[in-house]
């Protein structure tokens, strides 16, 4: 069975290039994104990482951290970096897993339990450990994307999902293609009359879609 939106996620202990801790305890109190990669020094993989470090200020503004994983080692980390930050002109300040013996990428259900490392592998050996999951501070799984290799991921969409997640998070739901500062949907589980209590004015497009302002 794979991991499911609400599940809790593994508490596993991970060795990464600024060094070894539980999943659990590296969230705390913070929302988090766990993004995934086949390989180290890879094209599109590099242009990623670059994108996730050059946000990091949108990050920390949405109390998020950022973790990536890769199955390679702690070495191949540091040394992927200095490529990361050539690109990207940023300092890339969030830990990498090394994930050599694909625990994360298995506990995740990005790889079949039997999968393993070839000796000369490359990116296809571990194609699917291209992933995101956005977890709340509660340790659940609240949301998970999975890319081929040669689509690069839109981590505008990231953010765009992560600030309807933590505004969902409020009572309300967000409509398709919603952004920061748009009206947002009360949930047909709130009455009429709830809804007045708790939102104030609203608007009735449908008996079953109604709209309001964003929560503070």
Request: proline fraction near 7%; charged fraction near 25%.
């Amino acid at each position: 069975m794979g991991l499911r939106i609400n599940d809790t996620i593994p508490n596993l202990t991970v060795e990464t290039d600024q060094g070894t801790f539980d999943l659990h305890d590296w969230i705390g109190d913070s929302w988090a994104i766990l993004f995934s990669h086949p390989k180290d020094f890879t094209p599109v993989c590099t242009t990623e990482f670059g994108a996730v470090a050059r946000l990091a200020d949108e990050w920390e503004k949405r109390g998020t951290k950022v973790i990536g994983v890769s199955v390679d080692s702690v070495d191949d980390h540091k040394q992927w970096k200095k490529d990361i930050e050539h690109v990207c002109g940023a300092p890339a300040g969030f830990p990498i897993i090394a994930d050599e013996g694909l625990e994360v990428s298995k506990a995740f259900d990005m790889l079949p339990a039997d999968a393993y490392l070839p000796d000369g592998r490359t990116p296809a050996d571990s194609a699917t450990v291209r992933a995101v999951f956005i977890i709340g501070p509660d340790k659940q799984l609240k949301l998970s994307m999975t890319y081929p290799m040669n689509v690069g991921r839109n981590f505008a969409e990231v953010l765009r999902a992560l600030d309807g997640l933590q505004t969902a998070s409020k009572g309300v739901a967000t409509p398709a293609d919603w952004t920061v500062g748009q009206d947002v949907i009360i949930p047909p589980t709130v009455s009429d009359a709830e809804a007045k209590e708790k939102f104030g004015e609203y608007e009735v497009v449908l008996p079953y879609l109604r709209k309001t302002k964003a929560p503070v």
